[in-house]
């Protein structure tokens, strides 16, 4: 369920704590709300548990960041249906096909969303691959 932090604090955004997300490993918000959407900062593949970056490749880095995802998903009580775009950041662009085997895997029963992929020189704690993504909500509902 989205519970975010008193409006007071936050007049036109709310951070909004998830307990299934490994915990940040730098000084950002991993998930707020504005109005009628709901932003997730950009996942790297860290293992649930150790909260450590798994290194086995940029197919089990996109595997990981997804199931990652879907359990941010159940936890704020998010249909897959109401997310609208993911951004894909790619530290090999050569190795992009391993991301889209993955994503059509996990999207091959569902519609998914609009998709930005950019290449970049690197990303945080060396990942291969980081995704962010938007969800469009009720804007009446708390």
Request: net charge negative; charged share 15%.
């Amino acid at each position: 369920m989205i519970t975010p932090t008193p409006a007071a604090l936050y007049p036109f955004w709310a951070p909004i704590r998830s307990q299934s997300l490994p915990a940040p490993h730098f000084s950002y918000t991993p998930v707020v709300r504005a109005g009628g959407c709901v932003f997730v900062s950009g996942l790297v593949a860290l293992d649930p548990v150790l909260g450590t970056l798994i290194d086995e490749g940029m197919e089990a880095q996109t595997r990981q960041i997804l199931n990652n995802f879907e359990r941010l998903s159940a936890e704020l009580e998010l249909g897959l249906d109401q997310l609208m775009l993911a951004r894909i950041y790619c530290a090999d662009f050569a190795q992009f096909s391993a991301i889209n085997q993955v994503w059509e895997e996990f999207f091959s029963e569902r519609i998914p969303p609009a998709r930005t992929s950019v290449g970049v020189s690197a990303l945080p704690l060396g990942a291969l691959v980081e995704i962010e993504f938007q969800f469009a909500i009720d804007p009446l509902k708390p």
